[in-house]
């Protein structure tokens, strides 16, 4: 017989702290929802404050936010002082904020290429860097970068987006081989199509969002609970013998 105690116990997340970017929709949002449910208190990071108090009222008291705009260099000082008296340092992070200009190659500026690798390349890795000596201290540490079907795959007007979260694969792995070793797993998630403020424009065109369905095993696209089960299992004790891995979450899209 199975000893349910145990098994929970994988997933049990009470006393620990996460820091999630992103927090205040889509995916950062439904992370901040289920790492609370699984007894972490959370604290997001996104522009837009009305939105965190919207996320707030979804998580509860296990929940704070606060603003800042990640794709500005200048924002990531400060965030260990920030961050750490609200529920002490994070055991986990979760990098889930993201852009995609949606520029064709002809058509990249090099404003939209900035924005695009510094918010989601540069402040994964350099936000995990203030934070890891924390986790190296405690011995114990999660990081769950966010990849993409274009890690691996070439969208129209996805160059830009493209290169950023191929580097977020790359990044994951030379983040495992760097500090695994002292406790601290860094894995990705690489989300198919998700119904989220960030594929919008896809899902506002029925016959597009009906194609990108055909495509996976499933038959379906996704929907933001999907990546519950995922994300807790990389932010959690279950996946302790996991690091360097991309996890694609796309419903079988890159199986296909």
């Known amino acids: 017989?199975?000893?349910?105690?145990?098994?929970?116990?994988?997933?049990?997340?009470?006393?620990?702290?996460?820091?999630?970017?992103?927090?205040?929709?889509?995916?950062?949002?439904?992370?901040?929802?289920?790492?609370?449910?699984?007894?972490?208190?959370?604290?997001?990071?996104?522009?837009?404050?009305?939105?965190?108090?919207?996320?707030?009222?979804?998580?509860?008291?296990?929940?704070?936010?606060?603003?800042?705009?990640?794709?500005?260099?200048?924002?990531?000082?400060?965030?260990?002082?920030?961050?750490?008296?609200?529920?002490?340092?994070?055991?986990?992070?979760?990098?889930?904020?993201?852009?995609?200009?949606?520029?064709?190659?002809?058509?990249?500026?090099?404003?939209?290429?900035?924005?695009?690798?510094?918010?989601?390349?540069?402040?994964?890795?350099?936000?995990?860097?203030?934070?890891?000596?924390?986790?190296?201290a405690k011995g114990w540490g999660r990081i769950v970068n966010f990849a993409s079907l274009q890690s691996y795959r070439a969208f129209t007007s996805g160059i830009s987006y493209g290169a950023s979260k191929g580097g977020v694969a790359q990044m994951t792995r030379a983040m495992a081989e760097a500090w695994s070793k002292d406790g601290i797993t860094a894995n990705a998630i690489g989300p198919g199509f998700f119904r989220t403020e960030l594929t919008a424009v896809v899902f506002a065109d029925p016959e597009r969002a009906a194609r990108n369905a055909a495509q996976t095993c499933i038959g379906r696209n996704g929907e933001p609970e999907d990546m519950s089960g995922p994300l807790l299992f990389l932010a959690s004790n279950a996946s302790a013998y996991i690091t360097g891995q991309i996890l694609m979450v796309d419903g079988g899209f890159t199986a296909k």
């Open 1 to 136: 017989m199975a000893n349910v105690s145990a098994i929970n116990a994988l997933f049990d997340l009470s006393g620990k702290t996460a820091l999630v970017t992103g927090a205040s929709s889509g995916l950062g949002r439904q992370a901040a929802i289920v790492l609370a449910q699984a007894g972490a208190n959370v604290v997001g990071i996104a522009r837009r404050a009305d939105a965190l108090a919207e996320t707030k009222k979804l998580v509860g008291d296990a929940f704070t936010g606060i603003t800042a705009d990640l794709a500005n260099r200048s924002e990531w000082d400060g965030l260990v002082d920030r961050v750490n008296p609200i529920y002490g340092a994070p055991d986990i992070l979760v990098h889930a904020a993201g852009i995609n200009t949606r520029q064709d190659a002809d058509s990249v500026t090099p404003e939209g290429w900035d924005v695009t690798l510094s918010l989601n390349l540069s402040a994964p890795f350099f936000i995990s860097q203030a934070f890891v000596p924390f986790m190296k």
